[in-house]
């Protein structure tokens, strides 16, 4: 317990430094996952999870905003689901931090964004729990992972589970419009992935 006390102690100390650094050089964002519940049941987990960040931006004035990723779901990890996301941003009211939307992540957790129809339902459960104004940030990533198989395994833009249409519908909804996406796909393709993006915004 002392060494996992010890662990979330040095986690917060690293990312305050690190929205420290990022208020210097100018950057808009930083980008933290949660960890996990592993050896603790999930609401302790939780608390901990929101007295850290807490801890975090308690007493600071950082021109960089925090944001949390929400994750595939793999073991054990927090913030898998937009519910459990729009508690951690409820306990914290009133704070900057932000939410960044991995879409490989989103897909393995579950949530299907291949159709319209789909997407519609995923947005309107995102708008519902965690609100769209919160999102800040895409990191967009196609899936080896199918729907809620809870892996996160990233794939090139349109050849993994997701597919063009998935990415289609994020890029062309207008409450998107002015929201960045970064590339997290193996390295060798990843200018082919760009492009793809490119081209389905300027068409």
Known sequence: MFRKKKLRDSSIAIIREELERGSVLGAKYIMTHLGSSKGTNRKQAMNMTIEGLKKIIDNTNFSTQLLLENTAGQGNTIGDSFEELA????SIRG???GICID????FAAGYDIRTKE???KTLH????TIGIEKIKLFHGNDSKAGLGERKDRHEHVGKGKIGIEGFKNIIKNPDFKNINMIVETPPEKVGEDIKVLKDLRDK
């Open 87 to 90: 508690e951690i941003l409820d």
């Open 95 to 97: 704070s900057s931090i």
């Open 103 to 106: 879409t490989a992540h989103l």
């Open 118 to 120: 789909q997407f519609k």
């Open 125 to 128: 459960i995102l708008s519902a």
